[in-house]
């Protein structure tokens, strides 16, 4: 990587090219919304977006990279929110306090992740891989909740309900219009995780 | 398929084959575990069961389902146990229900799973794979609920727990020595996930 890329900016053929990586996200959307996901190319990704593939890869390792690039950040956020939570909180409340503090970050990507969620839900291999990362992201919180000294199995169950109940909250706060508050809907989904648990 | 293969025998070259399937399963988890599973190929597992690659391909399409071909069954009796549990139990009970209605099943392939567990730990894709495949059964038990009149997200949390449930459960059975009896630790897992709800 070079020192242009680690700041943001790009400098394909000696040209700067403004915001490249919001361009090729946008093509690639359009591109698998308009064709499918299997039919769509690099090089035509690139080509919508004006840019050469060479600015693609830099950006992307492939063409699937451009729906799952936010996973790894995702993570990290929730991991750094879950090993700042007060020592006192129990497992699952712990896990609810990180998810809604990432909940903020979603407001503004409405619209990216309505429109990533109908490509995904069109394509088996895409759906895989949505599952496998949500998979990572539930290891990655019963890891962080056996640092703050949670044994198994709780911490593995805390996390996997709290990736459960963060799926059915995804989804709602997707399929609702009018601003709706990703946050709002995570707490009304413990409560009914809770009401469920308990045989109501 | 021929209805000698619906009765469960095999015919290659016009000899019978007592237990193919057996040996071919034997043969296969013996050298995933010896040379790994990436290493092996359907000719050696073939060659190892002392049979040939057209009696393979008449048990299993591929090496890997070699693996997951119980899924499918596993699927179908939860789905049905879930369809028959009484229709006054609440989604989670029913979930239960059904899970301990298979688990008596399992006691005879405590090896099996053991072995088989092993080699899919060693392996990220197998362990994807395994991690799909349990999305799919929370899929179904979710539908069979959705069957039973149970509402989302309702129906998919309680489907989810069921699925975590059974995870954590079937983990610790395997790792277990001296005939542990998985609707026992299914309980105890369940009790665990209601405390853990619970904020305890």
Redesign the interface.
Known sequence: MSTTDIIGYDWPMGRWEPNARGRLVEAALELYSDRGYDQTTVAEIAKRAGLTERTFFRHFTDKREVLFSGAGELQQQLVHALDNAPDSL????AISLALEAVAGGFSERHEFARRRQTIIAENAELA?RE??KL?SLAFALAEALRRRGVS???A???A??GI??F??AFE?WINETNEPDLSHILRV?FD?????????
Do not use: N, W, Y
Not at 90 to 93: A, D, G, K, L, V
């Open positions: 129990p497992s699952i409340e895989e599952r496998i998979g198994d199995p709780a593995t169950l805390a996997e309900m459960a109940v799926r059915v709602r989904s009914q995780l809770k009401a469920v648990t308990a045989g109501k």
